[in-house]
């Protein structure tokens, strides 16, 4: 396989293909969401809770004994991603529960999941 034989090797430019991308570009900012959406979702520890979360809500107790990590550490990143709009919390008595924020969390970690167990195929 030539490391070249994925380069477009023309000089034509086809405008209405690119205009129609041009105008149908989102703004930066969105952009910028976008990546820090990914950015936060993409840590390792993040992901493991986010695991979790996806099949129950849970205190962060129970989050710290399926990833046998200390409430603080669990607790932290609870907060990074409650800020970012990706868990929610409820409160029960003494007890704090977290969830995925909505349904729009849940099909995104679930989808990836199923992206990369289908390439791993």
Request: aromatic share 6%; net charge neutral; hydrophobic share 35%.
């Amino acid at each position: 396989m030539s490391k070249n034989e994925f380069i477009c090797d023309c000089n034509i430019i086809h405008q209405n293909i690119v205009n129609e991308a041009i105008k149908q570009m989102p703004e930066q900012d969105l952009f910028n969401k976008l990546a820090e959406f990914f950015k936060i979702i993409g840590d390792t520890t993040r992901s493991k809770i986010l695991f979790a979360l996806d099949k129950n809500e849970m205190c962060v107790c129970d989050i710290a004994n399926v990833l046998s990590m200390s409430k603080s550490s669990i607790s932290h990143q609870l907060g990074t991603l409650r800020r970012s709009g990706i868990v929610k919390c409820r409160r029960q008595g003494k007890e704090v529960y977290y969830m995925l924020d909505d349904e729009h969390i849940k099909q995104v970690f679930e989808i990836g999941i199923e992206h990369i167990e289908h390439k791993n195929k």
